[in-house]
T-cell receptor, first 109, second 114 residues
Framework: QKEVEQNSGPLSVPEGAIASLNCTYS??????FFWYRQYSGKSPELIMF????GDKEDGRFTAQLNKASQYVSLLIRDSQPSDSATYLC?????????FGSGTRLLVRP | DAGVIQSPRHEVTEMGQEVTLRCKPI?????LFWYRQTMMRGLELLIY????????DSGMPEDRFSAKMPNASFSTLKIQPSEPRDSAVYFC????????????FGPGTRLTVL
């Protein structure tokens, strides 16, 4: 069983819509959760992190964490074509950062 | 700062040859990570260093892989002998405070083993 699960997508949304990206994890002891964005042919870059249950907002991005359900999500409001990328969820587990395989997001103009 | 620097950006080699990938972390970062990314397995941590000391190499796939960090500004990942299944993008990343601190990734080295 994979420790961090993501739907590979692609998730296709029209420009201006809300994109919702989801991630589940298996380690109940995980405390730190990250979202990295990776454009095609480029390296991952951190866009959000969250440690506590609830929502954390940063500009158009909102990270949501539910530790009881072992679920973390990323919402992107007013999606832009420039948001088209692969989004990697990463979760700490036994002092290691485990990455999901990523969800590819396509924002249609 | 120039960010994490990796060389070469692309490497094409033949099976059995030795391959050496290089990384210069961001100055002042105490942690350095080597990752491998493939379509099948995603992004996998191979090994990481703290203050030039290898801390966890459990992700290194086999003895053909070795990594060194002789000083705070340079690290190498060596594959000897290389095999076609080693073809992947290899990323180096660095951070101030460990795996759960913001990791800054280099541009990666795309390795093709024929």
């Amino acid at each position: 069983q994979k420790e961090v699960e993501q739907n590979s997508g692609p998730l296709s949304v029209p420009e201006g819509a809300i994109a919702s990206l989801n991630c589940t994890y298996s380690d109940r002891g995980s405390q730190s959760f990250f979202w990295y964005r990776q454009y095609s042919g480029k390296s991952p870059e951190l866009i959000m992190f969250i440690y506590s249950n609830g929502d954390k907002e940063d500009g158009r991005f909102t990270a949501q964490l539910n530790k009881a359900s072992q679920y973390v999500s990323l919402l992107i409001r007013d999606s832009q074509p420039s948001d088209s990328a692969t989004y990697l969820c990463a979760v700490d587990s036994s002092y290691k950062l485990i990455f999901g395989s990523g969800t590819r997001l396509l924002v249609r103009p | 700062d120039a960010g994490v620097i990796q060389s070469p950006r692309h490497e094409v080699t033949e099976m059995g040859q030795e391959v050496t990938l290089r990384c210069k972390p961001i100055s002042g970062h105490d942690y350095l990570f080597w990752y491998r990314q493939t379509m099948m397995r995603g992004l996998e941590l191979l090994i990481y260093f703290n203050n030039n000391v290898p801390i966890d190499d459990s992700g290194m796939p086999e003895d053909r892989f070795s990594a060194k960090m002789p000083n705070a500004s340079f690290s190498t990942l060596k594959i000897q002998p290389s095999e076609p299944r080693d073809s992947a993008v290899y990323f180096c990343a660095s951070s101030l405070g460990g795996q759960t601190d913001t990791q800054y990734f280099g541009p990666g080295t795309r390795l093709t083993v024929l």
